[in-house]
């Protein structure tokens, strides 16, 4: 009987943390790392600015639980797709495509947030998203050597990284057109400027 006003504790607490995340994505990519205050995050949310600290001990930690989570959520998930599709490597270079895309489109914000304030974090969180990022980055240059192994891992990484800037900067631009259109429309193109690495 005493467990479940401890779980719903804890539930609502993970929620709280989970919507505070959220709104600091949308905050720091609408205003900058330095433009908004641990006030103006706890109001967003419907708590005062002290609130925030039962969460996050600072600022900084906010923005580093943003980025650094969300680059151990593509790792994480591009070995799961990559997992999920044994040996069969061109399924996994079009499942890397749709989870990237999915991503683009879902988390827009965090995209503008690691672009504008990577700076912002210390110098050990910076060095964990750079460090994610390249496992990540060296993920689908696996995939695209399994397609194409006579190519070298500098040009597929150059291809791939092509690929990311492609997908990470066109949800910015794309409001004027359908999700699904969108969707189909990244996917298609990162498709395309793979497609050498097919043979």
């Known amino acids: 009987m005493s467990e479940a006003p401890t779980t719903a504790r804890v539930r609502a607490k993970a929620e709280r943390r989970d919507a505070l ?4 994505a949308r905050l ?3 205003h900058g790392f330095d433009g908004v205050s641990i006030e103006d995050l706890g109001s967003s949310v419907g708590v005062s600015g002290p609130a925030v600290y039962r969460h996050f001990p600072s600022k900084q930690a906010v923005l580093a639980a943003l980025l650094v989570g969300a680059s151990e959520g593509l790792l994480d998930g591009g070995q ?3 997992g999920a599709s044994g040996d069969d490597a061109p399924a996994a270079l079009r499942a890397l495509v749709r989870f990237h895309v999915e991503f683009a489109l879902r988390d827009p914000d965090v995209i503008r947030v690691q672009d504008r304030s990577l700076a912002a974090l210390s110098p050990q969180d910076r060095q964990s998203v750079r460090d994610l990022q390249r496992r990540y980055i060296d993920l689908w240059v696996d995939v695209l050597a399994r397609l194409s192994p006579s190519t070298e891992r500098a040009e ?3 291809r791939a990284q092509a ?5 990470n900067s066109t949800p910015h631009s794309a409001r ?3 999700a699904a259109r969108t969707r189909a429309v990244l996917e298609q193109m990162a498709l ?3 497609r050498p690495s097919l043979g």
């Open 176 to 178: 004027a057109v359908t």
């Open 156 to 158: 597929l990484r150059l």
């Open 163 to 167: 690929t990311f800037g492609l997908l």
């Open 28 to 30: 720091f990519a609408s």
């Open 80 to 82: 799961a797709v990559v």
């Open 192 to 194: 395309a400027a793979l």
């Open 21 to 24: 995340l959220s709104e600091a």
